[in-house]
T-cell receptor, first 112, second 115 residues
Framework: SQELEQSPQSLIVQEGKNLTINCTSS?????LYWYKQKYGEGLIFLMM?????EEKSHEKITAKLDEKKQQSSLHITASQPSHAGIYLC????????????FGIGTKLQVIP | NAGVTQTPKFQVLKTGQSMTLQCAQD?????MSWYRQDPGMGLRLIHY???????DQGEVPNGYNVSRSTTEDFPLRLLSAAPSQTSVYFC??????????????FGQGTRLTVV
């Protein structure tokens, strides 16, 4: 089965600082999702990447899927307290597009 | 549109009791799924459905049943609750564009405690 490893598992940053979260897959990715979760709430879709080298941005959040399609990074520029939460990556494996596998998540705290 | 609605939000069960977690979506999505989220384990897929009348097992299906009689509803049944089923349960729905699922919409979760 496909495994996703996220790093770091937790992160504390000062407001205004940049940060990067990584998601590494044990197998080739056929699609990669990034979600954000606030404590006790559901997941909010951030973006989806499909093609190797693809990069997408939404407000101050940028995500990229590397050329070999086995790793993705999520970068937040000038972090704000509203960015705090748990960030999860979800992978779509080959031939099993229904079975999205998620990483454990990266807990982000932003200190004002 | 309400999106994905899960009920109840909280539930406490005694070991051996059965119950059904409800999930409804109003977006006409073909694909629906159930996950459980546990500390240190991330989200794990329990069961999923690619359309009315079609269901399949995910990663951790034991102890759970599902059915999909309509496009809108995808209930999850716990047959005989066990403390190991204490978790937060999420229902999700999505549609397909080409051969890939698009954005999955998640419900707010059901926090279940089995004592």
């Amino acid at each position: 089965s496909q495994e996703l490893e996220q790093s770091p598992q937790s992160l504390i940053v000062q407001e205004g600082k940049n940060l990067t979260i990584n998601c590494t897959s044990s197998k080739t990715l056929y699609g990669l999702y990034w979600y954000k979760q606030k404590y006790g709430e559901g997941l909010i879709f951030l973006m989806m990447l499909q093609k190797g080298g693809e990069e997408k941005s939404h407000e101050k959040i940028t995500a990229k899927l590397d050329e070999k399609k086995q790793q993705s990074s999520l970068h937040i520029t000038a972090s704000q307290p509203s960015h705090a939460g748990i960030y999860l990556c979800g992978a779509v494996p080959s031939g099993g597009y229904q079975k999205v596998t998620f990483g454990i998540g990266t807990k982000l705290q932003v200190i004002p | 549109n309400a999106g994905v609605t899960q009920t109840p939000k909280f539930q406490v069960l005694k070991t051996g009791q059965s119950m059904t977690l409800q999930c409804a979506q109003d977006m006409n999505h073909e694909y629906m799924s159930w996950y459980r989220q546990d500390p240190g384990m991330g989200l794990r897929l329990i069961h999923y459905s690619v359309g009315a009348g079609i269901t399949d097992q995910g990663e951790v299906p034991n102890g759970y049943n599902v059915s999909r009689s309509t496009t809108e509803d995808f209930p999850l049944r716990l047959l005989s609750a066990a403390p190991s089923q204490t978790s937060v349960y999420f229902c999700a729905s999505s549609y397909w564009k080409g051969s890939l699922n698009t954005e999955a919409f998640f419900g707010q979760g059901t926090r279940l405690t089995v004592v």
